[in-house]
């Protein structure tokens, strides 16, 4: 029979209501994110995966993207002033592109850092010339 202590089952407390809390903040940013970014722009990134995690000490939501500028992890991380900070991860290394996000400006922010970058002009031609190559491809 195993005994655990009173300092144990408190740890194990604290764990489940850790997992707890960082999935609920994640489950938060998933809805605000979806909710607020054009289903257009959330496809371009090809999203393949949303996960909770904790990420530098703060809850947080995962996602694997496959972007124009960016292939790879977003982190979009709750911090201490109720902002978000957003990262891309780059095999080891990750890079923060913005620790001041308010909740409504998650997908451009994200937009401009894995898709569409700072020059919409250029973005625009990119994607006409896109969906000019796909049409060649449907016509032959």
Same mark, same amino acid.
């Given at each position: 029979?195993?005994?655990?202590?009173?300092?144990? &089952?408190?740890?194990?407390? &604290?764990?489940?209501?850790?997992?707890?809390? +960082?999935?609920?903040?994640?489950?938060?940013?998933?809805?605000? *994110? +979806?909710?607020?970014?054009?289903?257009?722009?959330?496809?371009?990134?090809? &999203?393949?995966?949303? /996960? $909770?995690? &904790?990420?530098? %000490? *703060?809850? /947080? *939501?995962? *996602?694997?993207?496959?972007?124009?500028?960016?292939?790879?992890?977003?982190?979009? /991380?709750?911090? $201490?002033? %109720?902002?978000?900070? +957003?990262?891309?991860?780059?095999?080891?290394? /990750?890079?923060?592109?913005?620790?001041?996000? !308010?909740?409504?400006?998650?997908?451009?922010?994200?937009?401009?850092?894995?898709?569409? $970058?700072?020059?919409?002009?250029?973005?625009?031609?990119? !994607?006409?010339?896109?969906?000019? $190559?796909? !049409?060649?491809?449907?016509?032959?």
């Amino acid at each position: 029979m195993v005994r655990l202590t009173v300092n144990q &089952i408190n740890h194990q407390k &604290i764990k489940v209501m850790e997992k707890e809390y +960082v999935m609920q903040i994640a489950q938060t940013i998933k809805e605000q *994110l +979806v909710s607020l970014t054009p289903m257009s722009i959330l496809m371009s990134w090809d &999203i393949t995966e949303f /996960a $909770g995690t &904790i990420f530098k %000490d *703060l809850p /947080a *939501l995962r *996602l694997k993207v496959n972007g124009r500028m960016h292939s790879g992890y977003v982190i979009i /991380a709750l911090n $201490g002033s %109720d902002y978000y900070e +957003v990262y891309l991860l780059k095999g080891t290394s /990750a890079e923060c592109i913005n620790e001041e996000v !308010c909740f409504d400006e998650l997908g451009d922010i994200i937009d401009r850092a894995i898709e569409s $970058g700072k020059d919409k002009e250029e973005y625009e031609q990119f !994607c006409s010339q896109s969906l000019a $190559g796909q !049409c060649r491809v449907f016509i032959i």
